[in-house]
């Protein structure tokens, strides 16, 4: 049998915490070439809303980089900085793929960047580090055009705000120049907070088209500060590590609920969230799949679930939020307890014996963080079952190795639908609860939470008995699972 508990989960609007939303992007639908038009010296200029980035791929960069627009990219982000990128290498990508798909120079936007000394590798450095600053990007963008093998570059960026003003707007003043004579046709500027941006508005005569900022949860609020300023003097946002700064909201529920309800991975969730929010956001994968699926954002968040994810806070992989994680084994069998990395590496931890029970654990117990995966195996290699820590449930976590599953089904039917847990002995269905419709997305969907078993199988049926819909809990799948009650033509 099981036991059930009833739960809804309702979006609540809390004052003071907004988003910056370019309306009209609530409303498209996302396709490989969407661009948005901005205003350059010498016309509009189209700019994808999704950009490959290139930073850290070093000897892979070009076939990275060929792989990113025969997949549809048509914007591509570096810097002359060989600590991080290739910049080089990306010219010579380009040049390759540009011709084996018949591409004219207009059909991709190149991004490139002046990055200061203390931003460089002694010794690699595209200018002499002698030089006055303004000098230092006048080589460094004679570089860029070398190494990309271009006349012109779309989008220039200053890396970093420099270490005083004084050096910032000398080297802007030299950006100025070179957006004067046509050799950049928007200017722009990185990894900055809001009191430099300020003095940069003040002091500039053309102002930034872009900048290009980290877009992380905890960052005030998803950079709210610089963001608000951005949208005030017209400047388009750039984000960048929209996964790698928020791998905690990955397993966050909120995130999984939308994911769940649009039928896409929570990192097409984020992605999807940091365009409607009105920015061009970047992804630096390296997986051939990730590429596709960050160009597949064919979806609208609901405005709820907009205002859900702003309102997140985020806890990175490596967290500091320590988790003492005490398991033991409840199983008939004997098991072996794998820590797995982001990578997928697997590191035993422990091995358990059969019919463990809760006084075992002080032997086995693990010091771990926030968002760190565990996955068990029988001897064989057999995967029996997998846990993730999560801060929200404290800093001291059972973790019993059983048969029992937590498993929370949601409704995304428009219509009411009822539960029952077949019974294995004669087929009997034993009603478990009802859950109401919903056609207004994941956060206004009725749930049920479940205390099951592996191997236990679930039917779903209309208010008229029939079955629409049908499951079975396979522990292999994890602790904690979210099973969906899917919508009419799913």
């Known amino acids: 049998m099981v036991t059930v508990r009833f739960s809804n989960t309702v979006c609540g609007l809390v004052l003071g915490i907004t988003y910056l939303a370019d309306c009209a992007s609530c409303a498209w639908t996302y396709s490989k070439k969407h661009t948005r038009s901005i205003a350059g010296k010498d016309g509009n200029i189209l700019v994808p809303d999704m950009i490959y980035g290139t930073a850290w791929k ?88 070398s190494h990309l093998g271009i006349t012109y570059i779309d989008s220039y960026l200053m890396h970093d705000p420099m270490q005083n003003h004084e050096d910032r707007m000398k080297v802007w003043r030299a950006m100025e120049a070179a957006y004067d004579d046509g050799t950049v046709k928007l200017l722009g500027i990185s990894n900055i907070n809001a009191v430099q941006l300020g003095e940069l508005l003040r002091d500039a005569r053309i102002k930034p088209a872009f900048v290009q900022n980290r877009f992380q949860s905890t960052r005030g609020a998803w950079d709210a500060e ?74 609208v968040l609901a405005e709820d679930e907009m205002q859900s994810i702003t309102q997140l806070s985020s806890l990175p992989y490596n967290a500091s939020m320590k988790i003492s994680a005490k398991f033991w084994n409840e199983l008939p069998v004997p098991v072996s307890v794998f820590w797995r990395s982001p990578k997928g590496k697997e590191t035993l931890s422990y091995s358990l014996p059969a019919g463990q029970t809760a006084q075992d654990a002080v032997r086995s117990t693990a010091q771990t963080f926030h968002a760190h995966e565990f996955v ?55 009603p478990q609860g009802g859950l109401e419709g919903t056609s207004t997305g994941p956060l206004a969907a009725h749930t049920l939470q479940l205390g099951t078993y592996d191997t236990h199988e679930f039917v779903v049926r209309d208010v008229r008995r029939r079955k629409v819909d049908g499951f079975q809990i396979k522990m292999r799948k994890g602790m904690n699972q979210i099973i969906t009650i899917r919508r009419q033509g799913q």
């Open 226 to 299: 610089v963001r608000a300023l951005c949208f005030q003097h017209e400047i388009t946002y750039q984000a960048f590590s929209v996964v790698g700064s928020n791998r905690g909201l990955l397993t966050e529920s909120t995130v999984m609920n939308s994911a769940h309800w649009h039928g896409v991975t929570t990192s097409q969730i984020l992605f999807r969230f940091a365009i409607q929010a009105g920015t061009i956001a970047i992804t630096g994968t390296s997986s051939h799949a990730h590429k596709n699926e960050n160009l597949e954002l064919g979806f």
């Open 376 to 430: 068990v195996r029988a001897h064989d290699g057999t995967l029996m079952t997998k846990w993730r820590a999560n801060a929200a449930n404290g800093d001291t976590q059972e973790v019993p190795i059983t048969h029992q599953v937590a498993a929370i089904v949601q409704n995304h039917r428009a219509d009411r639908v009822d539960l029952f847990w077949r019974n294995p002995d004669d087929g009997s269905e034993v």
């Open 58 to 145: 070093k000897d892979d960069t070009a076939s990275h980089t060929i792989d990113a627009v025969k997949l549809g990219y048509r914007g591509i982000d570096t810097a002359n900085q060989l600590r991080h990128y290739d910049e080089a290498a990306v010219g010579d990508a380009l040049s390759t793929v540009m011709e084996q798909l018949d591409l004219a120079r207009e059909d991709i936007f190149i991004q490139t960047k002046y990055t200061p000394s203390n931003g460089q590798d002694a010794g690699t450095e595209p200018y002499d580090v002698k030089a006055d600053v303004d000098e230092q990007l006048r080589q460094s963008l004679a570089s860029s055009l």
